[in-house]
């Protein structure tokens, strides 16, 4: 099993980005996707989640209406989960992941400890 992240970088405040998960050795298509993000000297905090199909998602509320997650299953043969920021904040600065668990409950996407799957993280850098 392999997710790996791209995209981050450093930014001024408003800006946007687009970070991106491609995986691989596992049924992507039947899995969970979730984004989390961790600040130095903070828990790892969950952003976003979207469903095996893509038609559901779940935000936490610090991000709504300027993160979107989607999903692309086995487009041109590659698996991939994308966030998309905007009107980043320097409160978004941090090392985001992809995670990546069989389908369960919607109650429980935010809930780091049911992911199975881990990248390395990416880093966002958001200055004012």
């Known amino acids: 099993v392999k997710l790996e992240e791209s995209g981050g970088g450093s930014v001024q405040a408003g800006a946007s980005l687009r970070l991106s998960c491609t995986a691989s050795?596992?049924?992507?298509?039947?899995?969970?996707m979730g984004w989390f993000r961790q600040a130095p000297g903070l828990d790892r905090e969950f952003v976003a989640a979207?469903?095996?199909?893509?038609?559901?998602?779940?935000?936490?509320d610090s991000v709504k209406g300027r993160i979107t997650i989607s999903r692309d299953n086995a487009k041109n043969m590659v698996n991939t989960v994308f966030l998309q920021m905007s009107s980043l904040k320097p409160e978004d600065t941090a090392a985001y992941y992809c995670?990546?668990?069989?389908?369960?409950?919607?109650?429980?996407?935010?809930?780091?400890?049911?992911?199975?799957?881990w990248g390395q993280g990416t880093q966002v850098t958001v200055s004012s």
């Open positions: 995670a990546a668990a069989p389908y369960f409950s919607y109650t429980q996407w935010s809930d780091r400890g049911r992911y199975d799957y």
């Open positions: 050795g596992f049924t992507f298509s039947a899995y969970v």
């Open positions: 979207v469903s095996w199909s893509g038609l559901n998602t779940l935000y936490a």
